[in-house]
């Protein structure tokens, strides 16, 4: 704005812009209008948030730098988590000033840096494998959350990736060896020990309540499906709607109070905004993954290796934000709306790409012409 240029949007963009409109719309048949405007006003500052980083960042130098630097500054993180290890095996977190982040949280502040890093592969240059030196503690510091639906996403953000370059599939095999063969050595052995047995019964523990939670998610669905409970309100309905659900009765004791997240988006907007609201987010992510695909096709094409690269690294994140978005709030996350901000500049840069010119071919001579030498 202050350059008078024009701000640019994305078609992936355009159906955000729609679905924080419908969710604003959604204030008028709040049970508690002041809770769902102050939820409407934060994902509008997070939607603003978006178009900026996506209008800033023009050049393909400019999306890599701002990979580079929240894979250095999110490997600082790990390296400081790391410092922190529990003995006893407790599950890892990130203090800062006080305050203590939720481990599902760093675990999604972890998981999307390592999918684009490894993505990118090499710089070139001495250090050209900086990038997967960085990546290490991060993987260590994303097991020892303990968080399932981060692991989920890092793996199923590397296989997308892994199936698009073939390359990226020995480099897995490697970093999968290495890992663990360093774990046991830099993690207590209750640590392991209880970590592992927390990955293995996720049917057990019923995914940390989720399911009960999902259970009672579709209780609201049920009562509200056209237009849900008003954004924002999922928390303060939980507890009514637990009272109708079928959910596990120590669940209900211990969440007596309600005041629940989600920890799904879709079912989570499914909720609050019912099917309108699902599918204007459905449409807008659908937009981001296709504008990723086409960005790429076109960049393999007109032979612009860095543009492919971005747009093969986001389209792991992508993945990886799908895959995670269905255990978590993600759509409350700062990161991942900074992350859309990358999907959105990288598929403006697609579209100046244009194929190099062909030379024309030479016409044949015709019989009774003379061909110069």
């Excluded at 986001?314 to 895959?323: D, K, N, P, R």
Aim: proline content about 4%; some cysteine.
């Amino acid at each position: 704005m202050i350059e008078r240029k024009r701000v640019r949007l994305t078609r992936g963009a355009w159906r955000l812009v729609a679905f924080v409109g419908f969710a604003a719309l959604s204030v008028a048949w709040a049970a508690d209008p002041s809770v769902s405007l102050r939820a409407v006003i934060t994902l509008a500052q997070l939607l603003m948030l978006a178009v900026m980083g996506s209008n800033v960042l023009r050049e393909p130098r400019d999306v890599q730098r701002v990979l580079d630097v929240l894979l250095v500054s999110t490997a600082a993180v790990a390296v400081l988590m790391l410092g922190e290890v529990n003995p006893e095996g407790h599950r890892l977190t990130f203090t800062f000033g006080g305050e203590t982040v939720n481990a599902n949280f760093v675990a999604a502040t972890l998981v999307f840096p390592a999918v684009a890093a490894i993505a990118m592969g090499p710089a070139g240059g001495a250090w050209g494998w900086w990038r997967f030196m960085a990546v290490a503690p991060i993987a260590i510091a994303l097991f020892l959350t303990g968080s399932r639906g981060g692991a989920f996403a890092l793996v199923g953000g590397l296989l997308i990736v892994a199936a698009l370059r073939r390359r990226v599939g020995v480099r897995l095999a490697i970093g999968a060896v290495l890992l663990a063969i360093v774990l046991p050595v830099m993690v207590p052995q209750a640590t392991m020990d209880r970590l592992t047995s927390r990955y293995s019964a996720a049917e057990e523990d019923r995914l940390s309540g989720r399911m009960d939670i999902w259970r009672v998610a579709m209780a609201m669905v049920e009562d509200k499906p056209l237009q849900g409970q008003a954004y924002g309100g999922f928390a303060d309905a939980f507890y009514q709607y637990m009272l109708t659900a079928k959910v596990d009765p120590e669940f209900g004791r211990m969440h007596s109070r309600g005041n629940r997240a989600a920890h799904n988006i879709y079912l989570g907007t499914l909720a609050e905004l019912g099917v309108v609201g699902v599918l204007l987010l459905g449409a807008a992510l659908v937009a981001h993954g296709r504008a990723l695909w086409r960005t790429r096709v076109r960049a393999l094409r007109c032979g612009d290796e860095a543009t492919a690269r971005l747009a093969l690294a986001l389209i792991g994140v992508f993945a990886s934000v799908l895959i995670f978005g269905a255990t978590l709030d993600l759509l409350g996350s700062k990161s991942t709306w900074i992350w859309l901000a990358t999907m959105e500049a990288i598929t403006f840069i697609g579209l100046r790409l244009t194929a190099p010119a062909r030379a024309p071919a030479r016409t044949p001579p015709q019989g009774g012409q003379r061909v110069r030498p």
